[in-house]
């Protein structure tokens, strides 16, 4: 039997007073793998324009980069 089988198995035999705690147990294994896979820092440099990629170009010139 897998640990997936064993696993399947025990949960059948919870009983339902007390299924919300094993399910309450679960959940931050769960929740641990669902989590997005860019680092929580992307998206900290919001510039609030829509734009900024088309006018990459121009940013880099008015900033003087690569002169």
Do not use: W
Request: glycine fraction near 8%; charge should be negative; avoid cysteine.
């Amino acid at each position: 039997m897998t640990t997936r089988e064993e696993l399947h198995a025990l949960i059948d035999r919870v009983t339902d007073d007390d299924i919300d705690a094993v399910a309450q147990s679960l959940r931050p294994f769960i929740e641990q793998t669902s989590r997005p896979a860019r680092p929580a820092f992307i998206g900290m440099g919001r510039s609030g324009y829509s734009d900024t990629s088309a006018r990459a170009d121009e940013i880099l010139r008015e900033t003087g980069f690569g002169e």
